[in-house]
């Protein structure tokens, strides 16, 4: 590249991950366009410290929850664990072996059919927040799966208007779609960026630009499709 590309990031990600791109002419600035916080009320803790002495299986797919509830226990839980892959996995395995984690898919969809697959279990603990997607409760109930869905933390939209053009757009969550769009537009030339298929198709509602999806669900992986984007392509 022979001058500088000019990227938005909608949450925060690791000084690596910018470095990397600063080293191939990709300049990222970040701004949070969500705000999330663990529910620390007395019921909610009590629950998550119960669950710690039992042997269930709970699921994850945020790494939000990920923090939210390991931050409550002073000991590794006897559970077993079905995640979503990347960031979540990465969270859960800072807490507990791999081991613990039976199985883990790139989105909600593909972990609701693997857990579909065990046929001898039919009950779950599900750690999410207060805007957690339909996708994983609603194929697991059409099964009759039973899912206790406890709410460990919550997310709250901080949207804030851009007033400079972005080659690129970053995004990593149907709820930081929904916050950016509430009070921007964008170029037409504007070229975004997805973690996953699930905020392609929050990005989707909005816009008919061009989307790049991550192959893997991963901040690290959805910088490395900056890097291989051509900007100056005519």
Request: charged share 20%; glycine share 4%; aromatic share 10%.
């Amino acid at each position: 590249m022979n001058k500088f590309v000019k990227i938005l990031s909608t949450k925060t990600i690791p000084a690596d991950l910018l470095q990397q791109a600063k080293s191939a002419n990709i300049i990222i600035d970040t701004i949070s366009f969500i705000e999330t916080k663990p529910i620390a009320d007395f019921s909610t803790i009590a629950k998550i410290k119960q669950f710690s002495g039992e042997k269930i299986i709970a699921i994850f797919t945020s790494v939000n929850s990920v923090d939210a509830v390991f931050s409550q226990l002073n000991t590794k839980p006897d559970w077993k664990i079905f995640c979503t892959s990347g960031a979540t996995k990465n969270a859960l395995l800072n807490y507990v072996s791999e081991g613990i984690i039976v199985g883990a898919e790139h989105n909600a969809s593909g972990l609701a059919d693997k857990i579909l697959l065990d046929k001898e279990i039919n009950s779950y603990i599900f750690f999410c927040g207060n805007q957690r997607l339909n996708t994983l409760p609603d194929k697991l109930l059409k099964h009759n799966i039973h899912l206790e869905e406890v709410i460990v933390y919550e997310t709250i939209s901080s949207p804030e208007t851009i007033n400079e053009f972005y080659n690129g757009i970053l995004f990593f969550s149907p709820s930081a779609v929904e916050s950016f769009f509430s009070v921007n537009k964008i170029d037409t030339q504007t070229v975004l960026f997805s973690v996953g298929k699930t905020t392609t198709k929050a990005i989707r509602r909005f816009t008919n630009n061009t989307i790049i999806t991550a192959v893997f669900p991963s901040a690290e992986s959805v910088v490395k499709e900056t890097r291989a984007f051509d900007f100056h392509s005519d």
